[in-house]
C-alpha cells in the first residue's frame, strides 16, 4: 500500500474535524483550520471540543434543503457523480487564454500575441489545475501586502532581474516586497506622496485607479491604505508571475495589455490612470492608447505618465536612448493630450500629470474644430474583443457629479439620476441594495469568516449593480465585480461610480488571471443566465482554477440549477451544502456553500 502523503493526512485532520462538531459548525471549524495553514487540523479540532463550539450560528436557516426529496433521489435513481482528474502537474500555473505556447504563434505587432487567444474547444482541458507541493494559505492582509510564500509562486527570476530596483527579494521560504519600483526606488509611498500633492487623494475624491503595466502592482498595494482600490494589469510576458505575484499579495489584478482591442472596462469609469515605466508606446498609432485611457478615464479624472520621456533632457543619458527620440515621443504624448482636452497639471522631475477636462461641451467645439475623427460607436461600453481605433470617445454629457468615497457607495450613481441605464431606475437601484443588505447578513451567518479577513480577494461573477461588493466592503478585503458580456443591462459604470472596480467577462471562457488567486467566489443566478450558452461543467473547472485550495464558493440560484451544479462540484473535492433562501423554504432560489478541499500534485486522492 502506498505511503499517505502529508495531504492525505491534512484531508483526514478535516474529516475528523467535522466528525468532532459535526456540519452545522462547517464553517467556524473549516475557518480555524485554514488560518493554521500547517495541517494543524487534528490539534484544532480537540481545542475546539474541549471548549464546546456555537453551532447555532443560522437559527433561522436550515443547512438540510426542505427540497431534499428531490436531491436525495439524485443519489439513489441516477448514476454517480462524474470525478475529474487532476492535470499534469506542469499545468500548476495554466492561463487558459494567455498560454505561452499559443501566445507565440499569433503576430508581435502592436502586442497582439499578449492579448487573450483562447484554446478551441478541442483543445479545452477537462481536469483540475493542481496546487503546487508546499502550497498554503497566504499571509492576511497586510501582511501580504510585503510578504508572499515561495511556495506558491516558486519564481526568482524577478529578484535577479529587478535587483537593484527594489521590486522583490527572496529571504528563505519567502518573498518580500519592499515596496520599491523602477520609478520609484525610495518606495511606493514617498512616491505617492509627491502625486498627492497634486492629486487629491486624501479626500475621496480619487477612490478608482488603472494601472497599466503595474509589475508587481506595489503602486495598488501602498494606494490600499490611502482608500484608493487599483486595478492593475500586466501581460503574462517573459518575467514570470507579476500579476500572480500581485493577487499572492492581495492586490487586484488581472493579466492583460494594451494592445489591439480595447480594454475590457466601461467608459468613464476610472479617477486615476497610470503609467510608471510601463513601457506603452503613448506616441505611436496616432496616440490610440491615450485615446484608449480617454475613453475609461471620467471627466475631471487625472493621467500619470512617470518615466521616459518626461523630462528627457535631463534623463537621456540614463535611459541610453537618443535626445532627438525622447523629444519626438514627448512631442507626440503632448499634442494628443492637448487633443484630448486633457491639461497638464504638473511636471516634476520625471513625473507628469494630466487632468481631463469636465468641460464637456467646451471640449467637443475644440476637438471639431481641429477635424478630429470621433468613434462611430453607439455603446462606448461595448468593448469586448472590439478592436481600437484612432477615435476619440464623446465625453458623457449629463452623468452629474462624483461622491468623494464612501460617501459615494450608497449615493445614487450618476448614471442612474441621469436615467443613462436603461431599465434601472432611482427606485430599483434603492430596492437592489436592500435586496443584497439582507443576503450578506445571511451569508455572514452562514459563514462566520466573512468579516475576519481570512479572504482578500473576492470575486463576484455576476456583479448587477455592484450591492454584493458594497454591502460585504471592508478594508480587509476587496471584490472583483464581473460583469458578463451577455447580461441583460450593462451595470459596470455604476459599479465604478459607487467607489468599487469590475471588468467584462464571458463566462464561456476563462478569466484573466493565474490559478489560485481568488479566497472567495460568489454568483448569483450566473448558472441561470448561462444556461444553454455554454457547458456548465466549464464554468465550474474554470472556478475550480482560480480558487484558492480550502477557499470558499456561495452560488445563489433556482433549486433545479443548484441540484445540477451540486451533482458536478462532488466530483470536483469541493465539499458542499445546501441552504433554504433566507426567507423561507418555500422560495425556490437556494443558496449552496462550499469549500475546496486541500490538495496537491501529484496527489492522487485526498481520501
Known amino acids: 500500500m502506498a505511503k499517505p502523503s502529508s495531504a492525505d493526512g491534512r484531508t483526514r485532520s478535516h474529516v475528523q474535524i467535522f466528525i468532532v462538531v459535526g456540519l452545522c459548525c462547517f464553517f467556524y471549524i473549516l475557518g480555524a483550520w485554514q488560518r493554521s495553514g500547517f495541517g494543524k487540523g487534528d490539534s484544532i479540532a480537540l481545542e475546539i471540543t474541549k471548549k464546546g463550539a456555537d453551532c447555532n450560528v443560522v437559527p433561522n436557516l436550515s443547512f438540510d434543503s426542505h427540497h431534499g426529496g428531490e436531491v436525495s433521489k439524485i443519489g439513489e435513481f441516477e448514476s454517480k457523480s462524474k470525478v475529474f482528474e487532476p492535470c499534469d502537474s506542469r499545468y500548476i500555473d495554466y492561463t487558459p487564454c494567455q498560454d505561452q505556447r499559443r501566445a507565440m504563434t499569433f503576430p508581435r505587432e502592436n502586442m497582439n500575441y499578449r492579448e487573450r487567444h483562447c484554446p478551441p474547444e478541442e483543445e479545452k482541458l ?183 520621456p518626461i523630462n528627457w533632457k535631463v534623463n537621456y543619458k540614463a535611459w541610453q536612448r537618443s535626445k532627438e527620440d525622447l523629444e519626438e515621443e514627448q512631442r507626440k504624448i503632448e499634442e494628443t ?11 516634476n522631475s520625471e513625473i507628469a500629470i494630466w487632468q481631463k477636462t469636465v468641460d464637456t461641451e467646451s471640449c467637443r467645439s475644440r476637438q471639431e474644430d481641429s477635424s478630429v475623427k470621433f468613434c462611430e460607436s453607439t455603446d462606448a461600453n461595448d468593448v469586448w474583443y472590439k478592436k481600437m481605433e484612432v477615435c476619440i470617445t464623446p465625453s458623457p454629457k449629463v452623468y452629474g457629479d462624483y461622491k468623494p468615497f464612501p460617501e459615494r457607495l450608497y449615493a445614487i450613481p450618476p448614471r442612474i439620476a441621469s436615467g443613462s441605464v436603461p431599465g434601472v431606475s432611482v427606485e430599483t437601484y434603492q430596492e437592489d441594495s436592500k435586496k443584497w443588505k439582507k443576503h450578506v447578513n445571511a451569508y455572514k451567518k452562514i459563514n462566520r469568516l466573512l468579516d475576519t479577513g481570512r479572504y482578500r480577494n473576492i470575486m463576484d461573477m455576476n456583479a448587477g449593480l455592484g450591492s454584493f461588493a458594497a454591502d460585504i466592503q471592508s478594508s480587509k478585503l476587496w471584490v472583483m465585480n464581473v460583469v458578463p458580456t451577455i447580461a441583460e443591462k450593462s451595470t459596470l459604470g455604476v459599479i465604478y461610480e459607487r467607489g468599487l472596480i469590475g471588468i467584462y467577462h464571458d463566462w464561456c471562457e476563462a478569466f484573466s488571471t493565474y490559478p489560485r488567486t481568488y479566497d472567495l467566489i460568489h454568483s448569483d443566478s ?45 466530483g470536483m473535492r469541493w465539499d458542499t451544502k445546501m441552504v433554504d433562501h433566507e426567507d423561507g423554504p418555500l422560495v425556490p432560489e437556494k443558496v449552496l456553500i462550499a469549500v475546496k478541499q486541500y490538495w496537491v500534485a501529484n496527489a492522487t486522492s485526498t481520501q
Open 126 to 308: 477537462h481536469c483540475m489545475i493542481p496546487a503546487p507541493k508546499g502550497y498554503v494559505t497566504p499571509f492576511p492582509w497586510p501582511k501580504s501586502r510585503d510578504y508572499v510564500p515561495y511556495a506558491n509562486a516558486p519564481y526568482k527570476s524577478l529578484t535577479v532581474e529587478k535587483a537593484i530596483q527594489n521590486w522583490i527579494q527572496y529571504e528563505g521560504n519567502v518573498f518580500r516586497f519592499p515596496g520599491g519600483g523602477t520609478q520609484f526606488p525610495q518606495g511606493a509611498d514617498r512616491y505617492i506622496d509627491q502625486l498627492a500633492s497634486v492629486i487629491p487623494i486624501k479626500d475621496g475624491t480619487v477612490r478608482t485607479a488603472l494601472d497599466t503595466g503595474c509589475g508587481v502592482a506595489s503602486w495598488g498595494a501602498y494606494l490600499w491604505s490611502r482608500n484608493v482600490i487599483a486595478m492593475s494589469f500586466a501581460p503574462r510576458d517573459s518575467h514570470e508571475a507579476q500579476v500572480q505575484f500581485a493577487l499572492e499579495r492581495g492586490v487586484p489584478a488581472v493579466i492583460g495589455v494594451l494592445g489591439t482591442i480595447k480594454l475590457p472596462y466601461p467608459s468613464a469609469a476610472f479617477d486615476m490612470a497610470h503609467c510608471s515605466r510601463c513601457l506603452i508606446p503613448w506616441g505611436a498609432n496616432d496616440g490610440m492608447y491615450m485615446m484608449e485611457v480617454d475613453r475609461v478615464l471620467r471627466p475631471g479624472g487625472y493621467w500619470v505618465l512617470s518615466g521616459p
Open 337 to 347: 493630450a492637448k487633443l484630448l482636452c486633457w491639461e497638464k497639471k504638473s511636471e
Open 526 to 570: 450566473l448558472f441561470s443566465l448561462y444556461k444553454d450558452k455554454c457547458d456548465t461543467e466549464d464554468i465550474l473547472l474554470e472556478m475550480d482554477r482560480i480558487l484558492r485550495p480550502e477557499g470558499a464558493v456561495i452560488i445563489r440560484d433556482e433549486v433545479d440549477v443548484l441540484i445540477k451544479v451540486k451533482k458536478l462540484v462532488e
